[in-house]
Each structure stands twice: as C-alpha cells, then as structure tokens.
C-alpha cells in the first residue's frame, strides 16, 4: 500500500515569511496529490491540490509543486500570516485507489 | 450551500457499547468515505460507500460497518467499542469518478470510558 512521510512535524516562521512542507510517497502509480489545513476542532479543508501531468500549481500565497522521478511534493505558502497557523497534512491515494493515505501532519505555527 | 455536516458533534460511550454515526454529503456529491482521526496524527481510512454499496476498504475489523442511504447520506457503525476507538470520526464526501477532490466535515469526537 501507499506510504507517505510527510516533514516537518513543527515548523515556526515569523509572519511574513515563506513555509515550506515536504512529502514523499511510495507507490509510483499514484496521480494525484492533495494538501488539507485542519484548524483546533475542525475537519481537515481542502486548500490546494495537483495531479501527476502538472509540475506546479498555484492559488495566491499557496503553491505546491510536485517531482513524480523523485516521488515528493511539497507545500509553499509565502507572506505567511497568523490565520495560517495550523495542521497541515498531504495526502496520496495508492495507485488508482480513491481513498487517501495521509502524513502525519505539520504544526504550522506563524508568529506576530 | 451546504457542506459535509456531521452528527453528533461529541460522543460518550463506555466498552462494550455500539454506536452510529452519520453524515449528509456536500450538495452534488454521490460519494461517501469515512476516516478516524487519533489525537496527533492524520486520518486513517475506514471504508468508502457509492450507490449505497461498500466500494473500498481500509484496514479495520468487522466491528466497523457502514450504510448508504439513496439520498447519498451515511451512517458508521462501530459494535463492541474499545477504549482504543476514541477517536474523532471524519466523513468525507465526493464525486465518483477518480481523483476526485475530497471535502470533510467537522467530525464526531467519540470518547470511551
């Protein structure tokens, strides 16, 4: 099955600068990876996604970018700002499974 | 419109006990899947419904057991509750075709006593 690691677990940065989160997957057969934001006692929301024929996709301050030879995609979120702060999770589904396989998360923290 | 909402928002059971969950889907969705969330970590998938049918499945015993409804609603069910069980519940809803986005709802916090 599917195994994604995802790093940072925490990652602090002062408002207004750039964050970056990593993930890797396993199953090279996967083609579509999508990113969550999961604020205290929230579900997980969707904020940005890309599937395997694009290199890059962005949606104001958030991009992700993703590397299928090296199987990793990462999260970028520039001019952070304190409503940013959060759990971040990627997420993969293995091969053409439609469940998801999620990291482990990333506590984002934005200081004012 | 409406997104995925979720009920009960808190649960209490004790070990032994059995208890449903439901979920109304995101207007337009057709698609069902059901995920638990320990503290600390990302979501673990249970199992996904379509055309009221238990489509896919993860790694959780038979006490799990869910429903579709033909309003695309859905219900988990969990028999024999652990105290390993407390978890929050997630539901998310879908289309059904591949790579579809998943949207989530807030969840049922369920504790066992």
């Known amino acids: 099955g599917e195994n994604v690691e995802q790093h940072p677990s925490t990652l602090s940065v002062q408002e207004g600068d750039s964050a970056v989160i990593k993930c890797t997957y396993s199953d090279s057969a996967s083609n579509y990876f999508p990113w969550y934001k999961q604020e205290l006692g929230k579900g997980p929301q969707l904020i940005i996604d890309i599937r395997s024929n694009v290199g890059e996709k962005k949606d104001q301050r958030i991009a992700v970018t993703l590397n299928k030879t090296a199987k990793h995609f990462s999260l970028h979120i520039t001019e952070t700002q304190p409503e940013d702060s959060a759990v971040y999770f990627c997420?993969?589904?293995?091969?053409?499974?439609?469940?998801?396989?999620f990291g482990s998360g990333t506590q984002l923290t934005v200081l004012p | 419109d409406a997104g995925v909402t979720q009920s009960p928002t808190h649960l209490i059971k004790t070990r032994g006990q059995q208890v449903t969950l439901r979920c109304s889907p995101k207007s337009g969705h057709d698609t069902v899947s059901w995920y638990q969330q320990a503290l600390g970590q990302g979501p673990q998938f249970i199992f996904q419904?379509?055309?009221?049918?238990?489509?896919q499945r993860g790694n959780f015993p038979d006490r799990f057991s869910g429903h579709q409804f033909p309003n695309y609603s859905s219900e988990l069910n969990v028999n024999a509750l652990l105290l390993g069980d407390s978890a929050l519940y997630l539901c998310?809803?879908?289309?059904?075709?591949?790579?579809?986005?998943?949207?989530f709802g807030d969840g049922t916090r369920l504790s066992i006593l």
């Open positions: 997420a993969a589904p293995p091969g053409s499974a439609r469940q998801l396989t």
């Open positions: 419904y379509y055309e009221e049918e238990e489509r």
């Open positions: 998310a809803s879908s289309l059904s075709g591949g790579d579809q986005p998943q949207h």
